[in-house]
């Protein structure tokens, strides 16, 4: 469920054991590949951090399969309050699902496997650095979901979709969320991603504290802001 339950703040390390990976509250090892085995991998942020701080987990490590010729395909499940960054190309290709009010937030340049990544309704896919994002496989908005983009010096982070889908909700709508270091924003049109299935901009909204238009133009999803804005500072 979406509710959060806190316990004792503790710095959460990420390591492999038993070759999977988990969060622990301590331990390590030094390596920065991880494997995943065949089952779906979780990471509860809410086992982390208070409730006026949630925990920030990040994965800095690779996160690989096990062992693609026996079949096992790993996946990872983010739940609870708190936020991922994904800091690596991960390589695991059995997709990533995104749940309650969890943030996983994908670092320029990096990558979230290669397998769909689907956030639900609630939860947040951040692209917290100026810069191209690729998609390593396709993705699935459902409604009630938040794509969140981050503008600085009239550039803005880009997820590209390639060749690949973005599923859009049936009923319902995608929130969309700009945010920048900089109070002032230049009054421009900035493209936030593209992708194939990209074809409903009913399907998409700002969020309140985002003022400014949605269009869709040859396929993009493109922000337009308006003159003389403060764009909400993060």
């Known amino acids: 469920g979406g509710a959060c339950f806190y316990h004792t703040p503790t710095p959460p390390v990420l390591y492999a054991r038993d070759d999977t990976?988990?969060?622990?509250?301590?331990?390590?090892?030094?390596?920065?590949?991880?494997?995943?085995?065949?089952?779906t991998v979780t990471l509860n942020t809410t086992k982390y951090g208070t409730a006026?701080?949630?925990?920030?987990?990040?994965?800095?490590g690779i996160l690989q399969d096990r062992d693609t010729s026996k079949g096992?395909?790993?996946?990872?499940?983010?739940?609870?309050?708190?936020?991922?960054?994904?800091?690596?190309?991960?390589?695991?290709?059995?997709?990533?699902?995104?749940?309650?009010?969890?943030?996983?937030?994908?670092n320029a340049g990096k990558r979230a496997g290669t397998g769909t990544i689907t956030v639900y309704s609630g939860a947040t896919l951040a692209f917290p650095q100026v810069n191209r994002v690729s998609l390593g496989g396709d993705l699935t908005l459902n409604a009630g979901s938040t794509l969140a983009f981050?503008?600085?010096?009239?550039?803005?982070?880009?997820?590209?979709?390639?060749?690949?889908?973005?599923?859009?909700?049936?009923?319902?709508?995608?929130?969309?969320?700009?945010t920048s270091d900089s109070v002032a924003l230049a009054a421009k049109s900035y493209t936030?991603?593209?992708?194939?299935?990209?074809?409903?901009?009913s399907k998409f909204e700002l969020v309140s504290e985002t003022k400014g238009?949605?269009?869709l133009v040859g396929g993009e999803l493109v922000y337009t802001a308006p003159r003389y804005f403060s764009i909400t500072v993060r």
Not at 22 to 39: C, P
Not at 52 to 60: L, Y
């Open 21 to 39: 990976f988990e969060i622990k509250a301590t331990g390590g090892q030094s390596s920065t590949r991880y494997n995943i085995d065949n089952t």
């Open 52 to 60: 006026s701080t949630p925990a920030t987990i990040t994965v800095s």
């Open 72 to 106: 096992w395909k790993g996946k990872l499940d983010v739940r609870g309050c708190g936020t991922v960054v994904v800091d690596s190309v991960s390589l695991y290709t059995n997709g990533t699902d995104v749940r309650d009010t969890a943030t996983l937030a994908i």
């Open 150 to 178: 981050k503008v600085a010096d009239n550039s803005c982070s880009v997820l590209a979709g390639n060749s690949k889908t973005i599923n859009l909700p049936t009923s319902g709508k995608v929130k969309v969320k700009l």
């Open 192 to 201: 936030l991603t593209s992708g194939a299935g990209l074809s409903d901009i």
């Open 213 to 215: 238009e949605l269009s």
